[in-house]
């Protein structure tokens, strides 16, 4: 008699998700927890109706499987893109590139007509406010995980 599959079994792929719901942003939302990027690492391409950061995240959802196998633990460079953007807005952070921001959390706000706002919030006090004309997120992957400098899980002390 054979064994199911196990998640353990799969191969590591890039992650590629999308966010059309706020169970969905939540999901990515925790994958972003403790992400880390240079303040001048997003754009607006006000053009396109686009908001963009390249983040360098922890791998949350490897982290189980290297510390039973005693792999190093990993950072991944990931894209967070959000569509459908009409007015972006900022507070208590800095856009130059010696200035690390950290991702705490990302959450919606939706008002009755489907549009709402995205609230992406820093460590520091630091906020960015999206006012979208619906949800429409996505997180993708775009280099190979790398070493986590610091080798260790990241706190909140």
């Known amino acids: 008699m054979s064994e199911d599959a196990s998640f353990e079994d799969g191969a590591e792929r890039p992650l590629r998700l999308k966010a059309e719901d706020t169970d969905d942003l939540q999901v990515i939302s925790a994958l972003l927890q403790d992400a880390v990027l240079p303040g001048s690492e997003m754009t607006w391409k006000a053009s396109q109706r686009r908001f963009g950061m390249l983040l360098n995240r922890f791998r949350w959802e490897d982290k189980d499987r290297a510390t039973q ?38 959450t919606f706000d939706p008002v009755e007509d489907g549009t709402g706002r995205v609230e992406i919030t820093l460590a520091g006090d630091g906020a960015i406010g999206l006012d979208v004309e619906c949800l429409n997120v996505t997180l993708q992957d775009v280099t190979r995980p790398y070493l986590a400098p610091s080798r260790k899980v990241p706190t909140h002390e």
């Open 69 to 106: 196998r005693g792999r190093p633990l990993e950072r991944v460079q990931s894209v967070l893109a959000i569509d459908d953007v009409s007015k972006v807005q900022t507070a208590g952070i800095s856009r130059d590139a010696d200035t690390v921001l950290s991702v705490l959390a990302i």
